[in-house]
């Protein structure tokens, strides 16, 4: 549940002015960043690809660790 709301909190970070569904974002994201291991358009997050929401996780943590290099206060 941490993974996904850091995922969710990060769409929502450098989406704020589109008003869509979470669901869709991610897969939004998925398709931007994976385009060739993301789920279909029309399938249920509960049911996505593991190993396409792992490489999201470590993408997401490699992320943070940069963030955190550049603004130490968020430690």
Known sequence: KIDALRIFQFLKRYQPDVKKS???CLKEFLMYYFPDNHPPINEN???CDINALQKIRNFLAMKE???RQHYPLLQ
């Open 65 to 67: 660790y940069s963030y």
């Open 22 to 24: 979470d669901e869709i």
């Open 45 to 47: 997050l509960d049911t």
